[in-house]
Nanobody, 116 residues
Framework: QVQLVESGGGLVQAGGSLRLSCSASGSGINIDDMAWYRQVPGKQREFVASISRTGNTQYAESVAGRFTISRSNFRDTIYLRSSSLKPEDTAVYYC??????????WGQGTQVTVSA
């Protein structure tokens, strides 16, 4: 069992920056890929960025060049540094962790609100 706890969300003005964190806990579990997703009310959850255990990253086109995902394998923690934020980045941001090919875990989400 893996528990994911996100933090770092909040209210920021357009053009500003935030850093989200997601810490995983669970003894003796090797976490593979980790990722950030986001969701606004009435829409499907969408992919934002992912990072493998070896540091390979992928980004959604909408955030490429503005967001940076990083990872501390020692702490089983990932971060999302978001800059040049836009009102359309407003969403609940969720952390996701893959364990092997079968298990997927989600955090409870953290709200990011970008004011115009």
């Amino acid at each position: 069992q893996v528990q994911l706890v996100e933090s770092g969300g909040g209210l920021v003005q357009a053009g500003g920056s935030l850093r989200l964190s997601c810490s995983a806990s669970g003894s003796g579990i090797n976490i593979d890929d980790m990722a950030w997703y986001r969701q606004v009310p009435g829409k499907q959850r969408e992919f934002v960025a992912s990072i493998s255990r070896t540091g390979n990253t992928q980004y959604a086109e909408s955030v490429a060049g503005r967001f940076t995902i990083s990872r501390s394998n020692f702490r089983d923690t990932i971060y999302l540094r978001s800059s040049s934020l836009k009102p359309e980045d407003t969403a609940v941001y969720y952390c996701k962790a893959d364990v092997g090919a079968r298990y997927v875990y989600w955090g409870q989400g953290t709200q990011v609100t970008v004011s115009a």
